[in-house]
């Protein structure tokens, strides 16, 4: 094999990944959109229990994460395009494709977040609508950053030891 096939093959690879990313972004984007609209609609006319501590109820969000940075929305949003530019600009470079699931969940969550932000009409904030009592009220698009952290922490942070464990492995063999 030359070198060349290699490089191509990276690149190929970086191009996947970034379409991975791209494509869960657009479903977690789509998803709380249209999940969000139900919530508007069907919302405003009180709160519904679904069971147990799960109930729907409408909640707008001016902050960040747990309500922090209240009334910053025009700030948060402004963070929010860079965070995206910055996380489309490492996709390329991700090491695997549960990361690149990761990195669209994580993108896409932003996205639905700062549509909210920039379109909806609620003086730039977020509306979530997921209440499990013991938990902020959150949203779809913070589901989805949610999960993508988790599955990101995983692959950087359990995930190399045994690819580490494997390669050495392999190379007693």
């Known amino acids: 094999m030359s070198g060349n096939d290699g490089v191509s093959r990276t690149r190929g690879s970086g191009r996947r990944r970034l379409a991975v990313v791209a494509a869960v972004a657009v479903v977690v984007v789509i998803a709380d959109q249209f999940s969000t609209s139900w919530a508007v609609d069907r919302l405003r006319r009180g709160p519904m229990h679904v069971f147990g501590p799960l109930s729907f109820q409408l909640a707008v969000n001016t902050g960040s994460a747990f309500g922090i940075g209240r009334g910053w929305a025009p700030v948060i ?22 990361q690149a699931l990761a990195m669209g969940l994580v993108v896409g969550g932003a996205l639905g977040n700062l549509y909210d932000r ?4 609620f003086h730039g904030g977020v509306v979530d609508f997921i209440a499990l009592g013991f938990w902020p009220t959150f949203n779809v698009a913070d589901a989805g950053i949610t999960i993508g952290v988790i599955i990101l922490a995983w692959t950087w942070l359990v995930r190399p030891s045994h690819r580490g464990a494997r390669s050495e492995a392999q190379a007693d063999r």
């Open 77 to 98: 949003g402004a963070l929010a395009v860079l965070v995206v530019v910055a996380l489309v600009g490492v996709s390329r470079r991700l090491q695997s494709t549960w």
């Open 118 to 121: 920039v379109f909806r009409h």
